[in-house]
């Protein structure tokens, strides 16, 4: 007579569907990319800048979420190392991603996109904890103790090791590229101390941009940008006589549009053409005076934009994605900088301007002034000479002794204001 079947084991409730997934690791890996895809759309498409529309985000929306939903794809199919490495990498992108969101909610300035940029960090926390998890439960608990210890010392170098590689090329320049394209100035403008004009300036790409204007008491204005950044500065003009526009880049403070600084020239050329149709400005007296970033564009946007006839660039050093290296760091460098370009490329729907090298000695014979400080920021001790032996005449180069970036009428004052103003009387008035 045979033996009836041995019963079932059963070690607890069996998870079936739609719960077991959701308990699983993979399920949780899908359920946190889905909220760091959810900021994304949520960013792009269903709450975007004032100004801008969906179809303006293709790339920035569409890229992202299409790597999210691949990602979530193919986990499950992975070993649990790639698993655990892809889980730590998206966990850290996606605290990069929610980032300018706790930013905005810090400084009191949150919009209703920012709420789900905290979603996004929650989810890269979690994914960020899941990675060493997935890895724990993957060790191999057979072998010596000596070779089972020597394994597991083996296999976290060679983790350190591939962790650092993705951090440095993969993490860092995408978080990066995401916080210069997302994150700008906040908060009021400082106040220049004179009466102003609050005036709009409307761009090729029909963006309207929030300014403020001092009229010109001798028929000669300056932009002056980003306008924010140079208060100091901006008074120092009007002490002496010429109008000021300071403006409002895309995307900061009131003005509309994404910050896309790479799109910076388009708002300094309708700045150019707003002060050319000023009562009080003479067209062949309009000059500009760029500040760190707003000093590079506004380098790029004088060699197309013939209205500025005299430049004041202070603290220009590498655009996004440049550096100036040899040998084996310029080979190290290479795929950051490839990373860092294409990231910031997707992210601000918009391709890298020329190198300002390039581009420069376009300027001429219009003249240009160069301040630097030195060690500066950004390589501006580098990058000043190499501007200015590309530029071509008339042009000026100034070393502000003891400066920080930025900060020659601070520890100069005097003498800040006697070159300026002599460079741009010189250009604009003595004619």
Same mark, same amino acid.
Do not use: C
């Given at each position: 007579?045979?033996?009836?079947?041995?019963?079932?084991?059963?070690?607890?409730?069996?998870r079936?569907?739609?719960?077991?997934f *959701?308990?699983?690791?993979?399920?949780? *890996?899908?359920?946190?990319?889905a909220?760091?895809a959810?900021?994304v759309?949520?960013?792009?498409?269903?709450?975007?800048?004032?100004?801008?529309?969906?179809?303006d985000?293709?790339?920035?929306?569409?890229?992202p979420?299409?790597i999210?939903?691949?990602v979530?794809?193919?986990?499950?199919?992975?070993r649990a190392?790639?698993?655990a490495?892809?889980?730590?990498?998206?966990?850290?992108?996606?605290?990069a991603?929610?980032?300018?969101?706790a930013?905005?909610?810090?400084?009191g300035?949150?919009?209703?996109?920012?709420?789900?940029?905290?979603?996004?960090?929650?989810?890269?926390?979690?994914?960020?904890?899941?990675?060493?998890v997935?890895?724990?439960?993957?060790?191999?608990?057979?072998?010596?103790?000596?070779?089972?210890?020597?394994r597991r010392?083996?296999e976290?170098?060679?983790?350190?090791?591939?962790?650092?590689?993705?951090?440095?090329?993969?993490?860092?320049?995408?978080?990066?590229?995401?916080?210069?394209?997302?994150?700008?100035?906040?908060?009021p403008?400082?106040?220049?101390?004179?009466?102003?004009?609050?005036?709009?300036?409307?761009?090729?790409d029909?963006l309207?941009?929030?300014?403020?204007?001092?009229?010109?008491?001798?028929?000669?204005a300056?932009?002056v940008?980003?306008?924010?950044s140079?208060?100091?500065?901006?008074?120092?003009?009007?002490?002496?006589?010429?109008?000021?526009?300071?403006?409002?880049?895309?995307?900061q403070?009131?003005?509309?549009?994404?910050?896309?600084?790479?799109?910076g020239?388009?708002?300094?050329?309708?700045?150019?053409?707003?002060?050319?149709?000023?009562?009080?400005?003479?067209p062949d007296?309009?000059g500009?005076?760029?500040?760190?970033?707003?000093?590079?564009?506004?380098?790029v946007?004088?060699?197309?934009?013939?209205?500025?006839?005299a430049?004041?660039s202070e603290?220009?050093?590498?655009?996004?994605?440049?550096?100036?290296?040899?040998?084996?760091?310029?080979?190290?460098?290479?795929?950051?900088?490839?990373?860092?370009?294409?990231?910031?490329t997707?992210f601000?729907?918009?391709?890298?301007?020329?190198?300002?090298?390039?581009?420069?000695a376009?300027i001429?014979?219009?003249?240009?002034?160069?301040v630097?400080?030195?060690?500066?920021?950004?390589?501006?001790?580098?990058r000043?000479?190499?501007?200015?032996?590309?530029a071509?005449?008339p042009?000026?180069?100034?070393?502000?002794?003891?400066?920080?970036?930025?900060?020659?009428?601070?520890?100069?004052?005097?003498?800040?204001?006697?070159?300026?103003?002599?460079?741009?009387?010189?250009?604009?008035?003595?004619?």
């Open positions: 007579m045979s033996a009836p079947p041995a019963a079932a084991r059963v070690d607890g409730p069996t079936t569907g739609a719960g077991a *959701v308990r699983s690791e993979p399920g949780v *890996v899908v359920i946190a990319l909220a760091i959810l900021h759309v949520d960013d792009n498409y269903l709450r975007p800048q004032p100004g801008t529309s969906a179809g985000h293709l790339a920035s929306g569409l890229v979420v299409g999210l939903v691949a979530a794809a193919l986990y499950p199919h992975l190392g790639l698993r490495a892809t889980a730590m990498t998206f966990g850290a992108l996606g605290l991603i929610g980032f300018p969101g930013y905005h909610l810090l400084h300035e949150a919009s209703g996109v920012d709420y789900t940029g905290l979603l996004s960090i929650l989810a890269g926390l979690v994914l960020l904890a899941l990675g060493p997935t890895l724990w439960k993957a060790r191999r608990p057979g072998g010596s103790r000596r070779r089972r210890y020597g010392a083996l976290a170098a060679v983790g350190v090791l591939a962790g650092l590689a993705l951090l440095a090329f993969v993490v860092f320049p995408i978080a990066f590229s995401y916080g210069y394209t997302h994150v700008g100035r906040i908060g403008p400082p106040e220049i101390g004179v009466p102003y004009e609050t005036v709009t300036v409307r761009t090729s029909s309207d941009l929030v300014g403020r204007y001092v009229p010109s008491r001798n028929r000669a300056i932009v940008y980003p306008g924010a140079a208060v100091r500065e901006a008074r120092m003009l009007v002490d002496n006589g010429y109008g000021v526009l300071l403006l409002d880049p895309r995307g403070g009131r003005s509309e549009g994404d910050l896309v600084r790479w799109a020239d388009r708002d300094l050329a309708a700045a150019a053409a707003y002060l050319e149709r000023r009562p009080d400005v003479d007296r309009i500009g005076l760029g500040s760190s970033v707003g000093g590079e564009i506004l380098l946007a004088a060699a197309r934009v013939p209205a500025f006839r430049v004041v603290g220009a050093g590498f655009p996004l994605g440049e550096a100036d290296l040899t040998g084996v760091e310029r080979v190290l460098a290479a795929p950051l900088k490839v990373a860092m370009t294409a990231a910031a997707v601000s729907n918009h391709g890298p301007p020329a190198p300002i090298v390039d581009r420069i376009e001429a014979p219009r003249p240009v002034l160069l630097y400080a030195d060690p500066g920021q950004g390589g501006e001790a580098v000043q000479p190499k501007y200015f032996a590309a071509g005449e042009k000026e180069i100034w070393l502000v002794p003891g400066a920080d970036h930025t900060g020659g009428i601070d520890v100069e004052p005097a003498e800040y204001e006697r070159r300026v103003i002599a460079f741009l009387d010189a250009a604009l008035l003595d004619r």
